[in-house]
């Protein structure tokens, strides 16, 4: 079984910057993880991808995060980050992590609980 847990969530003014971290822990050996990404669900609509990385550190992001959120990850501490920027009410949402885990039974793609991300003054 694998867990991902996110922290950094909050409130946050418009304009303002917060920091999301999801770390990967499991009961079993991680052979690796593929791709970490955070999508994100606001009330009423659809998740949607916010960004993701490879193990590679290859990146794509929703075009509402270009040049405002940054993705990165230490594979080290199977933890994946994102710093937002410039932050706007419409980014309010219930963020979430994703990851493709390899185990020795297997690849399978876990989410975290959520951190709830509210921009408002």
């Known amino acids: 079984q694998v867990q991902l847990v996110e922290s950094g969530g909050g409130l946050v003014q418009p304009g303002g910057s917060l920091r999301l971290s999801c770390a990967a822990s499991?009961?079993?050996?991680?052979?690796?993880?593929?791709?970490m990404g955070w999508y994100r669900q606001a009330p009423g609509k659809e998740r949607e991808l916010v960004a993701r990385?490879?193990?590679?550190?290859?990146?794509n992001y929703a075009d509402s995060a270009k040049g405002r959120f940054t993705i990165s990850r230490d594979n080290a501490k199977n933890t994946v980050y994102l710093h937002m920027n410039s932050l706007k009410p419409e980014d309010t949402a219930v963020y979430y992590c994703?990851?493709?885990?390899?185990?020795?039974?297997?690849?399978?793609?876990?989410w975290g609980q959520g951190t709830q991300v509210t921009v408002s003054s």
């Open positions: 994703n990851a493709f885990v390899v185990l020795a039974t297997g690849a399978y793609q876990y």
């Open positions: 990385i490879t193990s590679g550190s290859s990146t």
């Open positions: 499991a009961s079993e050996t991680i052979f690796s993880i593929n791709v």
